[in-house]
């Protein structure tokens, strides 16, 4: 199937097996046809007319190949990334395309290739590592555990008709998205300087989606200063009116996109708009009659998932006044023993800690500080054990947080 070949037979006994990175053009040879095999619709082998026009939105990334007596029988992309963990925004690793050839699978490919990879970027200095699971219980044995997916929201734009006679501050500009994409990521900068949770893609990757030409954008400003943002996408007259994220700094960017919404009363019957976990449109309008809700399947609709990849890399990040010493265990990156102390508002992190009152799992760390787990579902969910007072310890240094994920774009 590949350009370079099928794989072996399986059962040919021992063949060099190597990881390599490859970069520029070999990805039409290697990775590329085995992506394009498992994630798009898929007939015929494809050409390289049909794979290079990806190729300048991969020219960031990181993109390893497990070769076995020279034919790719596995590949996997890191797209390096930010994320706003509790109020600092760290590099993070975005995994993406993990393939294996179908007559390579079930035989350590993936699991190999993920810990290199994830090893190369913790060495970079990607303190955390992000992810959409085709499986999630397939990245829970390297560590990930699920976020919390954004919403939808479904309602009529006649719905918001009160507040075109609302007094608001402020005004929309409208324009494809193409011609606001610079503003657009400047305000993903922005977001990602404030919201808890909040990721921002490389600019390769975003190109892609100015490139693709399908949408336009709202703009939301007061005093010229930009308080809110969505992009669009109308699928006909009486159709739909489909909003990507929902993202603004305060209440007077919802409410100004909202009502440019309410502007497409006679053209659209419903609008759908994706907005962050946490949002609850109940509080928006008085009588907005809308449905929320969010549907978590596999592979179509997963929820978000992640993992720390250092526990030094977290010194700074804002945290409640516990101290505890924690023991991270089963995990090749951040394995050991660490003081973390908060008392100052900002986490404080010692190697080799004397005393010892959590054991953890990587996914256990994770959830604590990215503000998913409480220590009682990290008991419950069998992550990790507690002695003496390290439940109220770990709950005052990582409080609940609902972290802000969207896909990236
Ligand atoms: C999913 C996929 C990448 C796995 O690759 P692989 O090389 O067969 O995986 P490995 O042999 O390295 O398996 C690693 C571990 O995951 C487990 N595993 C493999 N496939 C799994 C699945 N579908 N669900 C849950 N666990 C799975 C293996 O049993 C193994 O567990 P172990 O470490 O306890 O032994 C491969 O089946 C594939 O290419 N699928 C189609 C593309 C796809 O869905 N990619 C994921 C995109 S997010």
Redesign the pocket.
């Known amino acids: 199937m590949a350009a370079d070949g099928p794989a072996p037979p399986a059962g040919t006994g021992p063949t060099p097996v190597k990881i390599r990175e490859v970069t520029g053009d070999e990805r039409l040879t290697t990775s590329f046809p ?1 992506q394009s095999y ?2 798009g619709p898929s007939s015929a082998p494809p050409t390289d007319e049909e794979l290079r026009p990806a190729l300048p939105y991969h020219e960031g990334n990181r993109t390893m190949v497990v070769q076995d007596a020279g034919v790719t029988v ?1 590949a996997a992309s890191a797209i390096p990334m930010w994320q706003n963990l509790r109020g600092r925004v760290l590099d993070v690793a975005g995994v ?7 007559l ?10 993920l810990h290199h990879l994830l090893g190369e970027m913790r060495q970079q200095g990607h303190v955390a590592s992000a ?5 999630s ?3 829970a ?1 390297f560590g990930y555990l699920n976020l919390p997916k954004p919403r939808t929201v479904t309602f009529r734009p006649e719905d918001c008709a009160p507040l075109l006679k609302a007094d608001l501050p402020g005004d929309i500009t409208w324009r494809p998205f193409a011609d606001g994409y610079d503003d657009y990521r400047l305000f993903q900068r922005r977001l990602l300087d404030r919201r808890h949770g909040f990721a921002m893609p490389p600019e390769h990757q975003s190109a892609a989606a100015r490139d693709a030409g399908d949408r336009w954008l709202a703009t939301a400003r007061i005093d010229g200063e930009v308080v809110g943002m969505v992009t669009y996408r109308i699928d006909g007259q009486g159709g739909r009116l489909r909003a990507d994220d929902l993202l603004t700094v305060d209440a007077f960017g919802r409410a100004l996109l909202l009502r440019f919404f309410a502007l497409h009363v006679d053209q659209v019957s419903e609008v759908v708009l994706t907005v962050a976990a946490d949002e609850a449109p109940e509080l928006w309008l008085s009588d907005l009659t809308a449905r929320v809700e969010t549907v978590i399947s596999f ?1 179509s609709a997963p929820p978000p998932m992640a993992r720390l990849l250092s526990v030094e890399g977290l010194r700074g990040v804002e945290a409640g006044p516990g101290r505890v010493g924690v023991e991270v265990v089963d995990d090749p990156f951040m394995a050991g023993r660490y003081r973390l102390d908060g008392a100052g508002g900002r986490l404080v992190v010692e190697p080799g800690a004397k005393r010892v009152s959590a054991v953890l799992t990587a996914a256990g760390l994770s959830g604590l500080v990215y503000g998913v787990l409480d220590p009682v579902d990290v008991l419950a969910r069998g992550l990790g054990t507690f002695a003496d007072d390290a439940v109220a310890q770990l709950r005052s240094l990582f409080p609940r947080a609902v972290p802000c994920v969207f896909p990236p774009r």
Do not use: E
Not at 96 to 102: E, G, R
């Open positions: 085995l498992a994630f596995a993406a395309w993990v393939v294996t050839h179908p390579a699978r079930r035989r350590g490919h993936s699991r190999d290739l992810l959409y699971p085709f499986r219980s397939f990245y044995r592979p």
